[in-house]
Nanobody
Framework: VQLQASGGGLVQAGGSLRLSCGAS????????LAWYRQAAGKQRDLVAH???????DYADSVKGRFTISRDNANNTMYLQMKSLKPEDTAVYFC?????????WGQGTQVTVSS
């Protein structure tokens, strides 16, 4: 089982980034998927999730700016981030849950400069 996150980087406030998470080793299309983030010295927080049926929800702090999506044909999840703010700076992790199993990807750093 593997989740591989990519797409992080350094961006100015107001800019955009798209994170990707490629998955293998489990039934992607039947899985609950999510993005979490963890800022330095803080706990890991849920940013957005997408259910197997495609429905999704977001943390209040990112609603209207971030969009989560999934491509079941390619076993990939995305997080489109727009209007980025310095407070969005964090390590972003992808997460998958299938049956009673949970999987985490390695993080990808997103840094938003003011």
């Amino acid at each position: 089982v593997q989740l591989q996150a990519s797409g992080g980087g350094l961006v100015q406030a107001g800019g955009s980034l798209r994170l990707s998470c490629g998955a293998s080793g489990f039934i992607f299309s039947e899985s609950y998927l999510a993005w979490y983030r963890q800022a330095a010295g803080k706990q890991r927080d849920l940013v957005a999730h997408v259910n197997p049926d495609g429905s999704s929800d977001y943390a209040d702090s990112v609603k209207g700016r971030f969009t989560i999506s999934r491509d079941n044909a390619n076993n990939t999840m995305y997080l489109q981030m727009k209007s980025l703010k310095p407070e969005d700076t964090a390590v972003y992790f992808c997460y998958g849950s299938w049956l009673n199993y949970e999987y985490w990807g390695q993080g990808t750093q997103v840094t938003v400069s003011s």
